[in-house]
């Protein structure tokens, strides 16, 4: 026996350890189960909440459903309390009345007993009770019948306590026993539950006070409700039914009408974005003679109208371009004649007298400025007309650069500005149309050379992993923001009143944009007045990349390299400088050489100081 003992604990402990074990398994599974089941929840909740915000029609059904079925709630369960307060009352009544007779009934039955002895009493009891219980098909009612307690008087033919299919007094509510108990004749009630073979029933207990033989009883009718509440169950699920199919059919017009509303309306979206998009002969259907049939009509009417705004329009504009396109082409030859004229007159000048020679000269200068602006329509009319093309190659932006400052050395000379040029790299390989890009930087080295007043010119190189920027920043007049906005407008001016002592023509910069353009690149302007103004041009290094963000910013903090102020190039073109001047000649930057050929024009002031540029995202 001590064996069998002893090994009880251990096998407990094996239960226990293999209970452990199946719960772990379970609580996996159930983790596992809502970790599979948590995304669809996301990804169903995402889906009607994006179809909520993109959908008028499935935002109206579903917030008619809602509030349906908050009404059909609300409604149903006020009219299901209702129903059931009336047929509890009814059923109140009918029991307080029924109970008021068979209490009297069994009361002068007790009264008018001629019984001696004992089993007399408990036959008569009994018989009196089942009578009162209207034993037949279905019981009426049940019964307890239950001697007061702690009674002084004594007890004479004594009977044992009495109740109908086998309830015990345990099924009277304590507060219905004390208030019969402590009352005199008066009746009362309470709700309760009692057990008819295996379940539980409701039921309405009302008790009295009888006497028999000086002893006082306790008795208790218990009426049946089940019926009651089996019809108040079937209302309820007609209310629940009917409820559900109105909601459907609520929900079936709401669908039904907002689609008549709304398709109209989408369809109007649809036809609006085609008309977007250049389908100018998009129309929308009308059918009838309502409000939303005069909307399309209207809608309609106005695309017609601004179909025909908008060919007149772009005809015009051929009409302009093919005339300028026309023009240009006929003014090159009595051009060239004219120019002819003009240099040989302008090599001839010394033989003539002053007036002569000064005129000779205006001459020359305003028929190479005419030929200029010749050369720049003529590219305009062919960005127009779709033309330009792309001859892309890889080149190093950097020698390009330097080519530029190069030609540039007697512009910056005479205007007595000192140009540098600021790169972390050696060599910037990017796939590009060398002819246009050095004609971008061109115009903006010279823009910026006219404007410096003889401040210093600063242009930064940089790249990243998808684009190289070149940023030509001066230090002289400025511009506002609303200009640097209208900066690539055709013939735009500042200030009308400003010469163009460079020879301008007013389309440089528009020539940039579009040579910008073609390249997916970025060509922007920013400005300040009194401190100056950056050109920042951005390019992807390689066709068909899309640029994320520029390597320099366009707002400078003035002249910075990014990624610290380690090595670097610089390239200096300035005036030249009296011989004592020249212990202040600049030096290349650590680590860095001045490119060969491209010494300083001479000595001059050192560069401003080079700080790190942070890489910022934009959009132009």
């Not at 959908?55 to 079925?69: A, D, E, N």
């Not at 345990?170 to 009630?189: C, H, N, T, Y």
């Not at 079937?234 to 689609?259: H, S």
């Not at 003679?289 to 399309?296: C, I, K, T």
């Amino acid at each position: 026996m001590a064996g069998v003992f002893s090994d009880v604990p251990f096998r407990t402990r094996i239960w226990l350890r293999r209970a452990r074990i199946v719960g772990l398994r379970v609580a996996r599974l159930v983790r596992t189960g809502l970790l599979r089941l948590l995304p669809g929840v996301r990804f169903l909740l995402r889906a009607v909440h994006r179809r909520w915000r993109r959908s008028l029609q499935f935002r109206t059904v579903l917030t008619t459903l809602l509030l349906s079925i908050g009404s059909f709630a609300v409604v149903g369960a006020y009219l299901s309390n209702q129903i059931a307060n009336n047929l509890f009352q009814e059923r109140l009544t009918q029991a307080e009345s029924e109970t008021l007779y068979n209490v009297k009934q069994v009361q002068d039955t007790f009264d008018g007993a001629q019984v001696t002895d004992q089993s007399s009493v408990i036959t008569l009891v009994y018989d009196t009770l089942n009578a009162v219980e209207g034993r037949g098909s279905v019981i009426q009612r049940r019964y307890v019948f239950e001697a007061m307690p702690e009674q002084t008087k004594p007890r004479n033919r004594w009977v044992e306590s009495r109740a109908s299919d086998q309830l015990t007094v345990s099924v009277i509510p304590p507060e219905l026993r004390k208030a019969v108990q402590e009352s005199g004749k008066d009746q009362f009630w309470a709700s309760t539950e009692f057990p008819v073979g295996t379940e539980d029933r409701p039921g309405i207990a009302v008790g009295n006070k009888v006497t028999f033989n000086g002893t006082v009883y306790e008795l208790y009718l218990i009426y049946d409700l089940n019926t009651a509440q089996k019809t108040l169950d079937e209302i309820q699920n007609v209310l629940l039914a009917g409820g559900a199919v109105l909601v459907l059919i609520i929900g079936a017009i709401a669908w039904y009408v907002t689609r008549n509303v709304v398709s109209p309306v989408s369809h109007a979206a649809v036809v609006s974005e085609k008309l977007a998009a250049g389908q100018l002969q998009e129309r929308m259907v009308v059918k009838g003679e309502d409000e939303v049939a005069r909307l399309g009509a209207s809608f309609n009417h106005m695309a017609a109208s601004l179909q025909e705004q908008i060919t007149q329009l772009a005809t015009l504009s051929q009409m302009q371009q093919r005339f300028v396109s026309d023009v240009s082409h006929e003014l090159r030859t009595p051009l060239t004649t004219v120019r002819m004229a003009a240099e040989v007159l302008y090599d001839a000048r010394h033989d003539f007298d002053p007036i002569n020679k000064r005129s000779a000269e205006l001459l020359y200068n305003q028929v190479e400025r005419f030929q200029s602006l010749l050369a720049d329509l003529l590219e305009i009319s062919r960005f127009d007309a779709g033309v330009a093309m792309l001859d892309a190659e890889p080149t190093d932006i950097l020698q390009l650069v330097a080519k530029v400052v190069e030609d540039a050395g007697p512009v910056a000379a005479e205007y007595g500005s000192q140009v540098t040029i600021n790169s972390r790299d050696e060599s910037i390989v990017v796939e590009m149309d060398d002819r246009r890009i050095e004609r971008i930087l061109r115009n903006l080295v010279l823009n910026a050379l006219e404007h410096s007043e003889g401040n210093p010119v600063n242009i930064s190189v940089a790249a990243n992993e998808t684009a190289v920027a070149v940023a030509v920043r001066d230090h002289g007049i400025g511009m506002t923001q609303s200009e640097a906005a209208r900066v690539f407008d055709r013939f735009w001016r500042a200030d009308p009143a400003r010469a163009r002592t460079t020879g301008g023509s007013g389309l440089g910069l528009s020539i940039a944009a579009e040579d910008t353009k073609l390249h997916n690149g970025w060509l922007q302007a920013w400005g300040s007045k009194g401190t100056g103004s950056n050109f920042r041009l951005t390019l992807p290094l390689r066709q068909g990349e899309v640029i994320s963000k520029s390597p320099l910013q366009l707002e400078p903090a003035d002249v910075e390299l990014p990624g610290g102020s380690g090595q670097g190039t610089m390239l200096l073109l300035g005036t030249a400088a009296s011989p004592a001047d020249s212990t202040d000649a600049p030096v290349p930057a650590p680590g860095g050489d001045a490119r060969p050929g491209m010494e300083p024009a001479g000595p001059s002031a050192a560069p401003p100081h080079a700080q790190p540029a942070a890489e910022t995202e934009e959009t132009p």
